[in-house]
């Protein structure tokens, strides 16, 4: 890759960002399409949240991602967002056009890229248990609640964000039952397994140093699918026990990949080179 004058800045705004698989990810793209761009990642504190995100203008910087902990306040510095950000509540990507600044959030298409392409599933009529409450559970409700699924079990460590969240979507969500349960309450939690065509974590437990929920598995319906949206470790608990009862799984490699796919895509205009972008984080 030669850096030239020329060459068009994108990059990635987190805190701490030094983890991010997207350079890797995006320069491989770049380079495939012979493109004159680069990315680079950018370690905004929050304090400087406002700032940076002038700085996108003045600097002349195409497109940004955003992660932890910016993809909420950041919408109140931009122009304008999309549907799937203004009902998710957060923005992971935003693109400069001639100085004006409109943000996206491409976790709600990556994720039902995702379980399309690796589950052969659309949530369009679909039980479906949510475990999780947090930023990426919201972008999968999101996607949920776009495509019509049918009920929705939204299971979390701490009730009272369930509830808020489930409250939240019902308003634009009339016809979709959404049911905010605690983790502790077993029996409910066991009455949704039983039921679920899809069980999807949304939430970080089972990711690198945070303890795996344990469920019991067995319960769900023999033809049931899992979708475990944590990528470190690439097989987590949670994959370990749908293997060992031969229930269809996938893990949150794919998601990562199409988000950054549609990003690039928003970006560039150009189709994303989504195998080579896939061979560069495996
Ligand atoms: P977040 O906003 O911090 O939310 C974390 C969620 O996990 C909350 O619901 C929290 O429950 C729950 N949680 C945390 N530790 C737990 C534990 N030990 N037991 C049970 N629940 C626990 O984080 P996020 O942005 O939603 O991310 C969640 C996970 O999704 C992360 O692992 C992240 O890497 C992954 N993710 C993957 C992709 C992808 O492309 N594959 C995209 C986005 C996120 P409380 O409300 O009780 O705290």
């Known amino acids: 890759m030669h850096v030239r004058a020329t060459t068009k800045v994108y990059g990635i705004f987190g805190h701490p960002v030094s983890h991010s698989l997207s350079p890797i990810m995006h320069n491989?793209?770049?380079?495939?399409?012979?493109?004159?761009?680069?990315?680079?990642?950018?370690?905004i504190?929050?304090?400087?949240?406002?700032?940076?995100?002038q700085a996108i203008k003045?600097?002349?910087?195409?497109?940004v991602n955003v992660t932890i902990p910016h993809k909420e306040r950041i919408i109140s510095f931009l122009d304008e967002t999309s549907p799937e950000g203004t009902l998710t509540g957060a923005v992971n990507t935003v693109k400069n056009e001639d100085g004006k600044l409109t943000g996206y959030n491409t976790d709600v298409?990556?994720?039902?890229?995702?379980?399309?392409?690796?589950l052969g599933v659309i949530p369009r009529g679909l039980r479906i248990l949510l475990l999780g409450a947090g930023g990426a559970a919201?972008?999968?409700?999101?996607?949920?609640?776009?495509?019509?699924?049918?009920?929705?079990?939204?299971?979390?460590?701490?009730?009272?964000?369930?509830?808020?969240?489930?409250?939240?979507?019902?308003?634009?969500?009339?016809?979709?039952?959404?049911?905010?349960y605690s983790l502790e309450d077993t029996d409910s939690v066991e009455r949704s397994l039983r039921t679920a065509d899809l069980l999807i974590n949304a939430s970080s437990s089972g990711m690198k140093g945070?303890?795996?929920?344990?469920?019991?598995?067995?319960?769900?319906?023999?033809?049931?699918?899992?979708?475990?949206?944590?990528?470190?470790?690439?097989?987590?608990?949670?994959?370990?026990g749908a293997k060992e009862l031969g229930l269809k799984a996938a893990g949150g490699l794919s998601m990562l990949i199409y988000q950054g796919a549609k990003s690039f895509e928003i970006?560039?205009?150009?189709?994303?080179?989504?195998?080579?972008?896939r061979k560069a984080i495996v």
């Open 45 to 53: 504190h929050p304090t400087n949240l406002d700032s940076a995100t």
């Open 138 to 180: 919201r972008a999968v409700l999101t996607g949920l609640c776009m495509n019509e699924a049918s009920e929705i079990y939204l299971v979390n460590r701490t009730i009272d964000k369930a509830r808020a969240l489930a409250s939240e979507f019902k308003k634009s969500y009339k016809d979709i039952s959404i049911e905010p």
């Open 267 to 277: 970006w560039t205009g150009e189709k994303a080179p989504v195998d080579v972008m």
């Open 58 to 63: 003045s600097l002349g910087i195409l497109g």
């Open 210 to 240: 945070v303890a795996p929920i344990k469920l019991q598995l067995e319960l769900l319906p023999k033809d049931s699918m899992i979708y475990d949206l944590v990528y470190k470790p690439r097989e987590t608990d949670l994959l370990k």
């Open 28 to 43: 491989a793209a770049f380079r495939k399409l012979n493109l004159d761009c680069v990315y680079v990642a950018f370690d």
């Open 109 to 118: 298409e990556g994720f039902l890229m995702a379980i399309k392409e690796d």
